[in-house]
């Protein structure tokens, strides 16, 4: 069984290149990533939205729309390769994005299991909130997404994070 990576932009390439993931998921506007071409184009998904939970002069919100795209996107994923997603930091966006699929991908019920593996695995970890509430309300989870990430707590402090692999198995997460 396959696994989730979650990395930051200057670790893309090492990070497609050392685990050779079948499916992208980036989730930043600039600068603009090609798809790289161990990847097959097909299977890049770009989300262009900055890490912003209100809207602002300037930014890009995620909006629900964003979501569904990524959830119609994963279910594309037949789980031989790893899933790889990305932003600018590994902080926020990626680890709301890992969090996201992983729920979708086991129903519910584990919400709470998967943020606690997330905080276990992924210390720095600051999922951003609204792409959380958003998918929460998508996949009618009644408040449990959002509950299952506030009980992680605060983020260990990081400028970048480093790659973090979640596995898909529950009893290994």
């Given at each position: 069984?396959?696994?989730?990576?979650?990395?930051?932009?200057?670790?893309?390439?090492?990070?497609?290149?050392?685990?050779?993931?079948?499916?992208?998921?980036?989730?930043?506007?600039?600068?603009?990533v090609e798809t790289p071409k161990a990847i097959h184009p097909d299977h890049?998904?770009?989300?262009g939205v900055h890490d912003v939970i209100e809207p602002s002069e300037g930014s890009v919100v995620p909006e629900p729309h964003h979501i569904a795209e990524m959830l119609?996107?994963?279910?594309?994923?037949?789980?031989?390769?790893?899933?790889?997603?990305?932003?600018?930091?590994?902080?926020?966006?990626?680890?709301?994005?890992?969090?996201?699929?992983?729920?979708?991908?086991?129903?519910?019920?584990?919400?709470?299991?998967?943020?606690?593996?997330?905080?276990?695995?992924?210390?720095h970890a600051q999922p951003n909130p609204l792409m959380i509430r958003h998918a929460d309300?998508?996949?009618?989870?009644?408040?449990?997404?959002?509950?299952?990430?506030?009980a992680m707590g605060e983020g260990r402090p990081n400028w970048q994070s480093e790659i973090v692999e979640l596995p898909l198995d529950l009893d290994l997460l």
């Open positions: 069984m396959s696994h989730i990576l979650i990395a930051p932009y200057a670790d893309l390439e090492e990070t497609v290149r050392r685990h050779r993931p079948s499916h992208l998921v980036t989730l930043m506007i600039e600068p603009f890049h998904l770009r989300i119609a996107f994963a279910k594309n994923w037949d789980r031989r390769a790893p899933f790889l997603v990305h932003c600018w930091a590994g902080i926020s966006r990626s680890t709301a994005a890992a969090y996201i699929v992983l729920c979708n991908l086991h129903g519910q019920g584990h919400e709470l299991h998967i943020a606690r593996a997330l905080r276990f695995r992924a210390p309300r998508l996949l009618g989870r009644e408040g449990r997404m959002i509950a299952g990430v506030e």
